[in-house]
Nanobody, 123 residues
Framework: QVQLVESGGGLVQAGGSLRLSCAAS????????MGWFRQAPGKEREFVAA????????DYADSVKGRFTISRDNAKNTVYLQMNSLKPEDTAVYYC????????????????WGQGTQVTVSS
């Protein structure tokens, strides 16, 4: 069992930055790939970024490449999402998830989810 708690969301102007954190419980954090997804009102949950167990490989949605960076600290059981050059279209609830099966870009592959943190980017 893995419990995830996101933090770091808020209101920011376009062009600004935020860093999201996702703290995980349990001693098996390093065995999971971690992903960030987001969901805007009236839209489906969409993939943002993922990082494999040991943090060597990452994957990003085209819409955030070059602006967002995912990282993890297995010693702290935490995954981060650094978001720079934010745009109004980045506004959404951001969720972190944990998976130990292939398919990190697909939300249904994730067994565990946090409660989400709101990110609002004003124009």
């Amino acid at each position: 069992q893995v419990q995830l708690v996101e933090s770091g969301g808020g209101l920011v102007q376009a062009g600004g930055s935020l860093r999201l954190s996702c703290a995980a419980s349990g001693r098996t954090f390093s065995s999971y790939a971690m992903g960030w997804f987001r969901q805007a009102p009236g839209k489906e949950r969409e993939f943002v970024a993922a990082i494999i167990r040991r943090g060597g490989n990452t994957d990003y949605a085209d819409s955030v490449k070059g602006r967002f960076t995912i990282s993890r600290d297995n010693a702290k059981n935490t995954v981060y999402l650094q978001m720079n050059s934010l745009k109004p279209e980045d506004t959404a609830v951001y969720y972190c998830g944990a998976t130990n099966v292939p398919g990190v870009v697909t939300s249904r592959k994730y067994a565990y989810w946090g409660q989400g943190t709101q990110v609002t980017v004003s124009s």
